[in-house]
């Protein structure tokens, strides 16, 4: 992996304490790597949206902004942890368009079910509930950003492209396993999150009345 740009010197104090004490800490390293990327990322948005702001001369609203930034964050933290592990910018990452397609498993629930087997049901349960959660803030930013609230069939539709394209960057730059119960699962997440968009919306709308 690439040197850390913003947290390396907190990721090599935590590494000198917890490094032989915890028996996941690549898990721990992969989520900094994830985090510094997401946050460098997101400060290219952040300009490249202040830019066509000027540019376009549109009248923007802090709170609106602010949400803007956080779900550009909360993407590339998802791509980074997902997809783009290994390093921080595309020409750093090998390809291969190769593959056999028999790599792929499309048969739902199998590879899930198959978890349940193992010595620990930690795999099982991430894998399940993992990919729920992760798109749950999905089904929440998608409607609540756009100026024309999109609707239950389109956000779910959005969540689960968002989670094939994961799915096939795995699949190409063989950085992980293509199934498809994380696409069922997180277009499942994708749907929750709206669910949740749709009473706080309804509830906020209950008090002010």
Known sequence: MSKMIFLGPLYDYIYK??????????LIRLSFYAVDKAILYTLFFMVLRYIWIR???KKTY??????LAVFAFYIFLLFALTVFRDGYFIWQFK?????????INIIPLIETF??????SLIDFFYNLYGNIVWFVPMGIFIPALTKKHLG??????????????????????STGVTDIDDVIFNTLGAAV???LYFVGKWIKMRIKV
């Open 17 to 26: 304490i917890y490094a032989m004490k915890i028996n996941h800490f690549p």
């Open 62 to 67: 802090l709170s609106r902004e602010f949400g």
């Open 55 to 57: 540019i376009k001369k």
């Open 95 to 103: 390809f291969y368009f190769h593959r056999p397609l028999s790599q």
């Open 114 to 119: 198959k978890l349940t087997k193992g010595q």
């Open 193 to 195: 999150g709206y669910l």
């Open 152 to 173: 239950f069939s389109k956000v779910v539709l959005i969540g689960a492209l968002i989670s094939t394209s994961i799915e096939t960057l795995q699949f190409i730059l």
